[in-house]
Structures are given as C-alpha cells and as structure tokens.
Nanobody
C-alpha cells in the first residue's frame, strides 16, 4: 500500500511558476516509478511527466517539454514537478501516481494515486 499526497498547487498568473510535491508513505518509495498526470474540467486525464526509480529516465508530454522539470528525492520519499512559464491551458488538477511496472505515459499502468492538487493559471 502506498499513500500519496500532492501539494504546491495554487493560483498563478500566466508566465509564473509553481513547484508541486508528491509525498509518499508506505512501501519502499525508491523501488517505484512515479508519474504526474492532470485533468482539466471536461477533459480526460492526460500524462504530464514521469521519472523512473533512480532518476535516470524522465519523460514529458510535448505540451510541457522545456517548461516543466521532474525530479525526486528518495531520501525524502518525495517527487517534485517544477512548472515554469505557466499558461492558462495548464489549468487542471494535478495528480501523482506510482507504479512497480509501467508504461510511463499510460495511466492504467499506475497502481496508486494521490487526491490531486489544483493548479489555476490566469491570463
């Protein structure tokens, strides 16, 4: 069992930055892959970014590449998503999720999900 808690969301103007955190408790965090997804009102949940267990591999959706950066601190059981140059279309609830075996961009391969944190970008 893994419990995930996201934090760091909020309201920001376009062009601004936020850093999301995903804190995990439960089974050995360092053995898990971690992804970030988001869901905007009326839209399907979509992949944003992911990082493998040892930080060797990172993945980004084309829409956030060059603006977002994912990292993790296994000693703190935490994964971060640094979001820069935010746009109104980034507005969504952001979720982190963990997987033991994954296809990084595929939500169905993740086992545990957090409750999400709201990010709102005003124009």
């Amino acid at each position: 069992q893994v419990q995930l808690v996201e934090s760091g969301g909020g309201l920001v103007q376009a062009g601004g930055s936020l850093r999301l955190a995903c804190a995990a408790s439960g089974r050995a965090f360092s053995s898990l892959e971690v992804g970030w997804f988001r869901q905007a009102p009326g839209k399907r949940r979509e992949f944003v970014s992911a990082i493998n267990r040892n930080s060797r591999d990172t993945y980004y959706a084309d829409s956030v590449k060059g603006r977002f950066a994912v990292s993790r601190d296994n000693a703190k059981n935490t994964v971060y998503l640094q979001m820069n140059s935010l746009k109104p279309e980034d507005t969504a609830i952001y979720y982190c999720a963990t997987a033991r075996s994954w296809i990084a961009t595929m939500a169905s391969t993740y086992d545990y999900w957090g409750q999400g944190t709201q990010v709102t970008v005003s124009s």
